[in-house]
């Protein structure tokens, strides 16, 4: 007896089970209880159902959403044929989309990823958003 008491005076326990189960009591409850049964099937939503113009079917790569949960994120790989260098060049734009559950996907804003860069091979890219959210940093390797 006297171990379990020591174990529910832990700093560390009475944090959890106040977050677990709304205060430091010590019950036993079902794992069913803990985790409530949600029927993820309704919040699926193909995106053909809310893209109007089909852009992720012609190429876009979808990027997932940003912090907020208000824009959908994605990017567009173009190859161009330049004659001066006589290799293929890619040029990658970033698009924004205003994500809104019950209406079609609208592109709020594009950036021309790389400028002045010549780019002759896929790249692989990395997207960040910083601490404040009031940048994105977007990097691309080979």
């Known amino acids: 007896m006297g171990s379990k008491r ?41 995106l053909c159902d809310i893209q109007k113009d089909n852009s992720f079917a012609v190429g876009h790569v979808l990027l997932g959403f940003t912090k907020c949960g208000e824009y959908l994120m994605s990017y567009y790989k173009e190859l161009q044929d330049d004659v001066s260098f006589g290799l293929p060049m890619y040029k990658y734009t970033l698009h924004w989309w205003k994500f809104n559950l019950r209406r079609p996907l609208q592109q709020v804003c594009h950036v021309l990823l790389f400028v002045g860069e010549v780019i002759t091979e896929d790249l692989l890219l990395i997207v960040c958003h910083t601490l404040n959210d009031n940048r994105i940093l977007v990097h691309g390797y080979a």
């Open 6 to 46: 020591r174990k529910n005076e832990n700093i560390l326990n009475k944090c959890v089970l106040r977050q677990v189960h709304g205060g430091t009591f010590n019950a036993q409850f079902p794992r069913s209880c803990l985790q409530p049964n949600l029927d993820l099937t309704r919040l699926c939503i193909p």
